[in-house]
């Protein structure tokens, strides 16, 4: 169950819609909401007192920003359940390290923002987030109307070793969210397609064999296998004449997504998407 959702902000734009959105979701599912802000320092060549006495000065400023907000959230939503913490440091590492500690169950988070940058997630320098992340992240793209998640597409390669913790995991969000399930893979040619249908039936197999697809047999709507020269241009395309609220990335299925964010084109038309992210933590 999703108990505590941890807000990274920034304050920025992109961080409140990010904010927004963990509150509709807090809402439905009765989850408490942790307001998180990274702080960070300039090193100064100003003597020791003048910086201890700066640092101070900043900290007390991103305090009192932390509760003016946390008050101004709970006046507006008296139904949802709101704390707040901040650390000094580096925002993606203190961001990581906070997750880890073992009370939080979902971290939403802006995609772009003054100090805190997601699109760093799909560069070589920060990649290592999503692989080792043990908390499923949902990314939040700049202009997004504020929707709960009713139906979620996991783009994949249809893989199933080793995804036993990660698909449970997913039938509990979806199950929690009372969402409909979609998977859909992308082929560059017909010839695949018959190999792939064999994949998907072995993964449904393996699905009912873990007693994973219980949950899944009350929300999973469709598994689509769909030939396109250009993979990218095939989930595109896919996403433009099918209505989802959410896309799911794992991990273990980095080559696929590598060719889906390998050109500056396709980043765009990521970066400006309406559909969020969910990045569910790679098995144990």
Partial sequence: MIKKILVPTDFSDNANIALEYSVEIAKKINS?????NVYYVPISSAGTNTLRNYNQIFKGHRKQRLIDEITDLKNEHPDVSFKYEFDEGDPTLSIFNRSI????DLIIMGRT?????????FGSTSSDMINRTKVPLIIVPEKLKIKFPKE???????TKD??????????????????????????DSIEKIDTLKLAKKDLIKYLKKYNIDKKFNETLNSFKIIANQNVKNGLLEHLKYNKYDIIVMMPRHRNFWKKIFSSSTTKK???????PVLVLPEDN
């Fill in 269 to 275: 038309v990521f970066n400006n998407s309406e559909i």
């Fill in 152 to 158: 979620i597409l996991i783009a994949s390669d249809l």
């Fill in 113 to 121: 923002g003054g100090s805190v940058s997601v699109r760093k997630l």
């Fill in 162 to 187: 080793k995804y036993k913790s990660t698909y449970s995991l997913l039938s509990r969000i979806s199950h929690q969210f009372k969402s409909k399930v979609s998977f859909v893979t992308i082929v």
């Fill in 32 to 36: 408490t909401i942790i307001l998180y």
């Fill in 101 to 104: 500690k073992g009370d939080i």
